[in-house]
């Protein structure tokens, strides 16, 4: 009795608090309203297009003309100005000297980081730790926001299936389940709890939508999405960072369907306004809105800026569309002033919200110091369980400490920019600590370690050094290799069509492997690469993206097993490069290719009679399986699932399902495992994927240790859009599967009932 009334008096006073909350939320987004509202009414038409248009500078230059902008008050944001001084008196003349002294928002790309770099951000997918990337993206916000930023155009979360798009690197691979959990920690970590605390900074989820579907992983490319695949599976990480309440959202360069996205009403009003309540910004990507003329969308500017304004852009990036002629088009009726209002409302509720308009003095902007010891064991654990084990045959992993001697080769072995990553803007390479350096500071002067490039960069072809490097192997117990892409290889234009290791990398691993030497393989890069080849000549393959400031350490711990591997894949890899499209989340076809006879290209007899040889859907030179599944990567122990249940085998739309399994560690490593669940819905009135993701857990177990992993699945979540659009959840079976990766796991079957 006592304990009841105590639970419902704690439970009262837990409603009580979430009460005074929510209304203290709702008071407080009344008054911004009503502040809003009343510097509105005194704004000039001039004024509020003002604020609609963001340019870039030209660091530590306030060119007079821009002076004059901001003065008149006709410039919202500016973007990427690091000079602390240039960037704190534009922000002066903006408060001090234009009419209504409406502050600049001030934004920068911080991607994965600021000035302590973190793995780029497939490399922090690999991690399978929401936790994790909040924690960066705290960090990130904490050192940009010093550094005198109000906004950050991150975190991207564009789907993508095709890994020859360099912007892969960019966000969380591709599968729609992980990337919205991991968008949403992102945009948690950067906003916080109140965007007006000192540390915290607006994020921006980007790019609305599609882009990840560039034709050919060309980047910029046409995309053609139907709208349930688009609902389905590019939209669910946007509507997740909506719910998380970023501020702000920015179009994409692509057209999907025909449509470019800066004038894609159905994206930015009615799904992202309409169906999902977002009431942050959305502002174009860089130019995208003039490109619209590229596209042949708009004739011209001023149809770039009609078409913008009514598709829902409210703020222009570094074009001069709304700045040069959204006025007359008002002015002429083409355009409501009501357009434009709702626009110039939706940037101020974010200044309001940033607490820009607020503070005696919000402006500060200083030069960031040298990461603390604090962030860089934080960019070390990320890096450590963002990196893959692939492959390591006779447990070649972990070397010993006391091994006598190792070689250290490859281009990347002691490079402290490449390792950074695309997108490294104010990350210094003086923190970088190499794998080299790492190497040596663990194994110290017990370890010979015998060092050697081999190329001096990626793609270097120059092979003069070669022969120093196999003179290296040759001395030493094992050869730890490092070799991949440089950070310029991947990112934004940066699509490649052949993804092999660039320059003459490959010829320098068949080289060492001459020596008979073991060889650890470490490949640096910021996609999957074709390895399929490469990877045979070496006994172990770790798997590291490009992990950033503390590229060494992470790595070195892993090699020498004072980490034990845990990353997995976040993104099919290809044994070629004929095979992309390739994942996981594919659909079954008429034909599938599992369980028949195939004839590969080889056993096809001369002149053979037109026929249709295994009658699958394949390749018949390279068949249908990738190198590497999604979700896949090994650890130094070994896990055993056993006891899969499910909390029942019927049950209701609208319940609940628990799934539970038991998880033991049966090796000799303390270690962590990622647990998987997926389903399929095996009949549906549109043809359903052969696998899905729902669920993931990470838990670590000492050696000998089990646990029991409980997954609470909501059958709500088991649906997908009809061609209606509407989001369906259809009764019928349904299999189920957890396990390590997206090709193995334990099965059961359950049926979903009216
Ligand atoms: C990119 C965006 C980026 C913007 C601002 C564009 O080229 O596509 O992702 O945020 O530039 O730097």
Redesign the pocket.
């Known amino acids: 009795m006592f304990r009841i009334e105590s639970f419902q008096s704690v439970l009262a006073v837990h409603m009580i608090t979430i009460l005074m909350f929510c209304s203290l939320a709702v008071s407080k987004g009344k008054e911004i309203d009503h502040r809003i509202e009343s510097l509105l009414s005194r704004m000039t038409l001039s004024e509020k297009i003002g604020q609609m248009v963001q340019i870039?500078t030209l660091n530590g230059e306030i060119p007079e003309d821009l002076n004059i902008r901001i003065r008149e008050g006709r410039l919202g944001s500016i973007?990427?100005e690091i000079d602390p001084e240039t960037s704190l008196e534009m922000q002066r003349i903006a408060v001090d000297e234009s009419r209504l002294g409406i502050p600049l928002i001030m934004?920068?790309?911080v991607?994965h980081g600021y000035r302590t770099i973190f793995p780029i951000p497939l490399g922090q997918a690999a991690a399978w730790n929401p936790e994790l990337v909040r924690a960066c993206a705290e960090v990130a916000a904490e050192e940009a926001a010093t550094a005198g930023f109000h906004w950050t155009?991150?975190p991207?979360m564009d789907i993508a299936r095709d890994p020859r798009w360099g912007?892969i690197a960019?966000g969380f691979g591709e599968d729609p389940y992980l990337a919205s959990i991991l968008a949403a920690a992102m945009v948690r970590g950067f906003q916080g709890d109140d965007l007006s605390a000192p540390h915290t900074i607006a994020a921006?989820a980007?790019?609305f939508a599609g882009y990840g579907a560039a034709e050919g992983g060309r980047d910029y490319n046409t995309a053609i999405i139907p709208e349930g695949l688009l609902r389905d599976v590019y939209l669910p990480p946007f509507k997740a960072a909506v719910d998380a309440g970023v501020a702000t959202i920015?179009t994409?360069?692509n057209e999907i369907n025909g449509v470019p996205s800066s004038g894609n009403t159905l994206l930015l009003r009615q799904i992202l306004r309409e169906e999902w309540g977002f009431n942050g910004f959305v502002v174009s990507?860089?130019?995208?809105m003039a490109e619209m003329i590229n596209h042949g969308f708009c004739a011209d500017l001023k149809e770039v800026a009609e078409k913008s304004i009514e598709a829902g852009v409210d703020m222009e990036?570094?074009s001069p569309a709304y700045a040069d002629h959204l006025e007359d088009l008002v002015n002429e009726g083409e355009v409501p002033l009501k357009l434009v209002d709702d626009a110039v409302r939706n940037i101020l509720r974010i200044k309001f919200q940033l607490g820009l308009l607020d503070k005696p003095s919000p402006y500060s902007a200083r030069t960031i110091g040298k990461p603390s010891q604090k962030t860089l064991e934080l960019a070390k654990r990320t890096a450590v369980e963002s990196i893959v084990l692939l492959k390591n045959e006779d447990n070649l992993l972990p070397l010993s400490k006391g091994i006598r001697s190792v070689a250290v080769i490859g281009p990347l072995a002691d490079d402290p920019y490449e390792v950074l990553g695309t997108w490294n803007r104010d990350g210094q390479i003086e923190d970088t600590v190499t794998p080299l350096a790492a190497v040596q500071a663990l194994l110290g002067e017990s370890t010979k370690i015998h060092f050697a490039a081999g190329l001096a960069y990626t793609r270097s072809w120059d092979q003069k050094e070669f022969k120093n490097a196999v003179k290296q192997a040759e001395k030493s117990d094992v050869a730890l290799l490092f070799v991949g892409e440089e950070a310029i290889l991947s990112g934004?234009?940066h699509s490649r069509a052949f993804l092999n290791l660039p320059g003459a990398q490959d010829d320098l691993i068949y080289e060492i492997a001459k020596t008979g030497k073991p060889i650890v393989l470490i490949v640096l890069a910021g996609r999957p690469l074709v390895i399929g080849e490469v990877a045979e000549k070496a006994q172990a393959v770790l798997y590291a993206w490009h992990p950033g400031t503390m590229t060494g350490p992470a790595l070195a711990d892993l090699i020498f097993g004072m980490e034990s591997p845990s990353g997995k894949l976040p993104v099919t890899f290809p044994k070629a490069e004929g095979q992309i499209p390739i994942y996981y989340n594919h659909k079954n076809t008429g034909r599938p290719p599992e369980n028949r006879e195939l004839m590969m290209i080889d056993d096809i007899p001369l002149r053979a009679f037109q026929s249709a040889p295994g009658d699958a859907s394949r390749y018949l030179d390279i068949g249908y399986l990738p190198l590497y599944p999604f979700g896949y990567g090994l650890s130094y122990t070994e896990f055993e699932y056993k006891n899969l249940q499910l909390s029942s085998e019927k049950l209701q739309i609208g319940e609940n399902l628990n799934v539970s399994v038991d998880l033991s560690n049966i090796g000799t490593a303390a270690a962590d495992e990622i647990v998987q669940l997926y389903i399929q819905d095996l009949v549906g009135s549109l043809t359903r994927p052969v696998k899905e993701l729902k669920g993931f857990q990470k838990i670590r177990l000492e050696p000998g240790e089990t646990k029991k992993v409980i997954f609470t699945l909501s059958t709500n979540d088991l649906g997908f859009h009809n061609n209606d659009m509407r989001y369906v959840v259809e009764p019928g079976d349904f299999h189920i599967w957890v396990g390590e990766n997206s090709q193995s796991g334990l099965m059961a079957e359950f049926e979903l009932i009216e």
């Open positions: 870039n973007l990427n934004a920068r790309d991607i155009f991150t991207m912007r960019e921006c980007k790019h920015m994409s360069f990507d860089w130019g995208s990036m570094q934004e234009a």
